[in-house]
């Protein structure tokens, strides 16, 4: 009996025990064959994009904060954590210590340097821009820059029009994305994505649809380059001297003529409105003669005053010498003479003082009349300058419309032929 129970019990400790070196056995091979795969399977799991960005304050006007603030979502939102640093480039450059405080590559390596000296700037990347410009004319430039590598990742540059609505959305976007890649470059298209992309522009069509296209586009070809500017009526196309202004005036000087057969250049002045603006030389020369006649005007016309109160007090004298002879000198000879004065010198005084005063007079008269001259011909030179800068202008408006002309083929369902736009 005794027997008995041993030898089951026996036989259960020798099963285990051989299950259990089976087991060890079989643990090192299935951790050799997995081991390969679980490599292949890491190496082949995408990276995931990280790194801290030191995003500087975007000098210049409007809208600089808003393309920085953009830049700074989407770089979140690719991964990146963003530092805000409250200096612009020119900041940055000075208290880096740069020569000449330009964000040169040199200038960066050193920056990068400074950034990391302190934890709260610390970065493995960098990111500045700057907008540039007058108004109507102004520039956006974004700069990303690897600290580690010392490298300019790459430089952003576009024109803002104001009416645009894409490049505030596209352009963060870009700048980010450029980053990312930058970190974990993007895997290149299988061949599967190739075949797709290949048959995009072109799908695939057969012999017959790919000769028919052809021949539909030769005539469309055909018929839109009879389309021309002559076909276009540009008569509703006017230039405005005040809607029209900010367009087509100039901020620097007048553009020289060569010789006197040239146009003078109609363009106005940016800084002196679209009154002033549109004066050629000569108005201002007539203005400033202007000017000088009614100076000179009211000059003469003081003195004649003054010279008036001259001639009344030699009045006065004269009626004081007739009130005390008691009668009229000049009739009566007896009274021409009234101890050391006489009437004739009296007469005389007058005469001398009335003539000084007509001289001032007529000459203020006549500088009345030459200045309102002047300023007729002033009045009449203005109309000719804006008259002339309309036409002008009106002329260049309508080129601008031209150089604008798109004529291209249309080719649709029962149609083929051209389409003509233009913008003005």
């Known amino acids: 009996m005794t027997v008995s129970h041993r030898l089951p019990l026996a036989h259960r400790v020798l099963s285990a025990a051989v299950a259990g070196c089976l087991t060890l056995g079989a643990v090192p091979a299935a951790a050799h064959a997995a081991g390969p795969a679980e490599a292949s399977a890491a190496a082949e799991a995408p990276k995931q994009v990280s790194g801290t960005v030191a995003l500087l304050r975007f ?3 409007e809208p600089a904060r808003d393309y920085r603030a953009a ?38 390596e050193r920056l990068g340097k400074w950034l990391n000296k302190s934890s709260k700037t610390a970065a493995d990347f960098v990111a500045f821009g700057s907008v540039t410009g007058e108004e109507g004319a102004r520039r956006v ?16 540059e576009a024109a803002i029009d104001p009416d645009d609505l894409i490049l505030p959305n596209v352009l963060p976007g870009a700048v980010a994305r450029a980053l990312a890649h930058h970190v974990v470059p993007p895997a290149p298209p299988s061949e599967e994505e190739q075949r797709i992309l290949a048959t995009l522009d072109e799908p695939e069509k057969t012999a017959e649809e790919i000769e028919a296209e052809k021949r539909k586009i030769a005539e469309a070809e055909a018929q839109a380059g009879q389309v021309g500017a002559g076909d276009v009526d540009l008569s509703g196309i006017e230039y405005d001297l005040k809607a029209d202004f900010k367009d087509y005036c100039r901020n620097g000087p007048r553009k020289k003529r060569e010789s006197k057969d040239d146009d003078i250049d109609p363009r106005p002045s940016c800084k002196l409105g679209p009154f002033w603006g549109y004066w050629q030389p000569r108005a201002w020369a007539f203005l400033t003669m202007t000017v000088a ?63 000084r005063m007509r001289r001032f007079a007529i000459g203020g008269d006549v500088a009345l009349g030459v200045t309102v001259l002047f ?11 804006r008259k002339y800068a309309k036409y002008k202008l009106t002329e260049e408006k309508r080129l601008r419309a031209l150089s604008d002309l798109r004529v291209a083929p249309a080719v649709g369902k029962g149609f083929a032929g051209g389409m003509l736009g233009f913008r003005f």
């Not at 939102?77 to 940055?92: Q, R, S, Y």
């Not at 974004?142 to 990742?153: G, P, Q, R, S, W």
């Open 375 to 385: 300023a007729g011909v002033l009045g009449i030179i203005i109309y000719q300058d």
């Open 59 to 61: 000098d210049g006007p």
């Open 141 to 156: 430039r974004i700069v990303l820059y690897d600290v580690a590598k010392n490298e300019t990742v790459r430089t952003f």
């Open 71 to 108: 830049v700074q979502e989407a770089l979140a939102a690719e991964g990146f954590t963003v530092k805000g640093v409250a200096l612009d480039a020119k900041g940055a450059a000075k208290k880096a210590k740069c020569r000449g405080g330009e964000m040169d590559d040199a200038c960066l």
């Open 293 to 355: 006649g009614v100076a000179t005007t009211g000059v003469m016309y003081g003195l004649a005053l003054g010279a008036r109160k001259g001639y009344k007090d030699a009045v006065g004298v004269v009626e004081d010498y007739e009130a005390m002879v008691g009668g009229d000198p000049s009739r009566d000879p007896n009274l021409a003479c009234s101890g050391d004065t006489c009437y004739k010198d009296l007469a005389l005084d007058v005469a001398k003082k009335s003539a």
